[in-house]
């Protein structure tokens, strides 16, 4: 790398223990300040975290667009498949969502409008479930405007709740193209 990063922000990642040579990415990550989200206790956040905050774990959070919903699908013919997930258990202490710490930061800074000008983009988002540039939702309220933008007017972020997953038929086109 040319240059030396500022600060690093990392969540939910072991980068010390993911790379062949360690010395390299510790030089790496030797940043003046760095903030790591982070559930467990690992290298990266024992030994470089200025800042360490405890991340939320997947059974106390709702989730709509963090697990790549698309990644690990069936091969063949068996159905698409989108899912959510949901919170079984409540979130201990004052843990919050890296996300919902960042949406707070772009707040701060008065970026509302540049992240959903972000967002628009990024999810398609149009007609209705447009965000506005002065919009302040949540990422529940979010998904639901993009489920329903995806999915139809009906099957919005409760249908989700409810119903947990939706499935449709795939085309041959889609598999052997």
């Known amino acids: 790398v040319p240059h030396q990063f500022d600060m690093l922000v990392a969540w939910a990642c072991n980068a010390p223990m993911s790379v062949a040579n360690g ?7 030797n940043t003046p300040f760095t903030v790591v989200f982070e559930l467990f206790s690992n290298e990266l956040a024992e030994g470089f975290a200025d800042i360490l905050l405890p991340d939320v774990s997947p059974m106390e959070n709702s989730a709509w667009d963090t697990y790549a919903p698309f990644f690990a699908q069936p091969f063949g013919m068996d159905p698409w498949t989108y899912h959510i997930s949901q919170p079984v258990v409540a979130r201990q202490g004052q843990r919050r969502s890296d996300i919902e710490i ?3 930061i772009i707040d701060r800074l008065g970026k509302r409008a540049t992240l959903n000008e972000q967002l628009n983009k ?9 965000l506005k540039p002065t919009d302040r939702l949540s990422l529940e309220q979010v998904g639901d405007r993009v489920h329903r933008q995806c999915f139809g007017p009906e099957r919005g972020w409760e249908w989700f709740k409810a119903q947990g997953f939706v499935t449709w038929p795939k085309q041959v086109e889609e598999v052997y193209w």
């Open 102 to 104: 960042a949406w707070e």
């Open 122 to 130: 990024q999810y398609a988002l149009r007609e209705e479930n447009k």
């Open 23 to 29: 010395e390299i990415i510790a030089k790496v990550l």
